[in-house]
């Protein structure tokens, strides 16, 4: 079924993906995809969760750290690290010397305070996507990862949180005392009532986390698209990604090949790099043969802007 037709029969909000090395055009592939659901009277959102965010340069339009309109039936955000990490400062300053006293309980390894490990980056993106996972406020939303390294973090958080919160109810009973400081750095914990994070919510965080795992491995739900260019590098990062998402459960749906230079006989540098992308394409439809390949050519115009991403979603999608 193609990505034109993937909405025909679904009722829960589907989750695209869209990652790959700097520079190979995921950010144009992922607002292109946008502007095609919205085009189809789908509520759309896209999310960039790419510190070095380039959305609002896509759509010329100002996004930021709000939903912002960016017209009919499509939505956008920019999620800033910066600030959330001001924010998870602000928080965690107060309670430095009592989380110094949890280093010995055997969390070093998931959480460290200083490094801020998981990247405060990947935390504010799964934050995000936490919170919209089972809103159903939209029908689609897109996700414009960062860089190949940070969306494969991003993609390991349910696990790396799932291992922290349970290790947090095993320690629950033992050091009630310091515990509560917890409530204070979750960073999806509800509000509960009383000083201290109960067994019964840190249980309920542990139920999301899962929730997202299942989400997030759920081929009917969650679409993880790879965006690539025909050259050897691309092709060989490509091939790393999807052996690290098939280690987490994440099954990928497609793999489009961006920059494909098209036919032109009165240029033969021109002709020449086709015949070298043509090696190359062919190459990566034998190693990604069990993905539906999409091929996207060069266009003559930078792909920014309303009519270009409308031009690249048609062109992409049919």
Excluded at 181 to 209: H, S, V
Aim: hydrophobic share 35%; aromatic share 8%; with cysteine.
């Amino acid at each position: 079924m193609g990505i034109k037709d993937r909405l025909v029969r679904k009722k829960e909000t589907q989750f695209f993906f869209y990652s790959g090395k700097g520079g190979v055009g995921k950010t144009s592939m992922a607002a292109a995809t946008a502007m095609h659901f919205a085009g189809k009277g789908k509520k759309t959102l896209i999310i960039s969760t790419d510190p070095a965010h380039s959305l609002s340069d896509s759509f010329e339009k100002p996004i930021g750290g709000e939903v912002t309109k960016l017209g009919k039936n499509l939505y956008g955000l920019e999620i800033d690290p910066k600030k959330a990490l001001q924010e998870y400062k602000d928080k965690l300053s107060p309670q430095l010397e009592k989380i110094e006293a949890l280093r010995g309980l055997g969390l070093d390894d998931a959480f460290d305070v200083t490094g801020m490990a998981p990247g405060i980056d990947e935390i504010a993106s799964f934050d995000k996507f936490l919170q919209y996972m089972n809103s159903n406020e939209y029908d689609v939303i897109v996700f414009d990862t960062a860089p190949t390294g940070h969306a494969l973090r991003f993609l390991s958080l349910p696990d790396v949180l799932d291992s922290w919160v349970g290790k947090i109810i095993n320690i629950r009973l033992r050091f009630s005392g310091v515990i509560d400081t917890f409530k204070k750095i979750l960073p999806f914990g509800e509000e509960e009532k009383g000083p201290e994070i109960g067994t019964g919510q840190l249980e309920a965080m542990k139920e999301r986390i899962c929730r997202a795992k299942e989400i997030l491995s759920d081929p009917k739900k969650t679409h993880y698209n790879i965006v690539m260019i025909p050259e050897e590098m691309s092709i060989f990062e490509s091939e790393r990604s999807i052996d690290v998402l098939k280690e987490y459960g994440i099954p990928v749906e497609s793999v489009i090949v961006n920059q494909l230079i098209p036919r032109n006989s009165k240029c033969d540098f021109c002709m020449e790099k086709r015949k070298i992308q043509q090696e190359r394409l062919k190459t990566i439809k034998s190693k990604f043969g069990n993905f539906s390949v999409l091929e996207m050519p060069l266009l003559k115009e930078e792909v920014k802007g309303r009519k270009a991403l409308e031009k690249a979603g048609k062109t992409l999608y049919g």
